[in-house]
């Protein structure tokens, strides 16, 4: 790198651990940061030890963690599996946890939107169709019956 371009390209910038006093040092900067032992700022919950994509723009910004079980479905812990995500405008808007086929029984409710398989197959339970007080239950084959 030239030094004028180092900010401009996606690439690792170094670790967070627990004894860094800044938890988010990628803030307005683009960049992949590995967390070892701690999480970002404001989150809580995933398992601690992964890494922070940072996507900004002037004043927007995207930032995705992810831990290496985040796609783990055996992991003995769901509630620490996943990937989560936060935007903001010039501010820091709280972390949210996008919902898989890993910890769709964690994080799924009622009122959202079915959750499929690449075949296009319902795995969620419970869910209700927009506009509709009918609840959706899955049956064995991977069709969906109403409640």
């Known amino acids: ?14 670790n967070v651990n627990s ?13 992949i940061m590995q ?30 963690y992810y831990s290496h079980h ?3 479905g055996a992991y003995a812990d769901p509630t620490k ?9 010039d501010n820091d808007l709280s972390w949210t946890r996008i919902v898989d086929y890993n ?4 994080t799924n409710v009622a009122n959202k939107i079915p959750v499929r398989d690449a075949n296009k197959q319902i795995l969620t339970s419970g869910y209700k169709k927009e506009g509709s007080s009918a ?10 019956i109403a409640k």
Not at 19 to 31: A, V
Not at 81 to 89: F, P, V
Not at 135 to 144: N, P, R, S
């Open 19 to 31: 004894s860094s006093s800044d938890k988010d040092p990628l803030k307005g900067k683009i960049g």
């Open 70 to 72: 985040s796609s783990n």
């Open 135 to 144: 609840v959706y239950l899955l049956t064995g084959d991977g069709g969906h």
């Open 35 to 64: 967390y070892n032992a701690t999480l970002p700022t404001g989150l809580s919950g995933p398992y601690d030890y992964g890494a922070v994509v940072s996507l900004p723009a002037e004043s927007a910004r995207l930032e995705l």
């Open 103 to 106: 910890n769709v029984s964690e």
């Open 1 to 14: 790198m030239d030094g004028q371009h180092d900010t401009a390209y996606l690439r690792y910038r170094g």
């Open 81 to 89: 599996t996943g990937m989560y995500y936060r935007t903001g405008w």
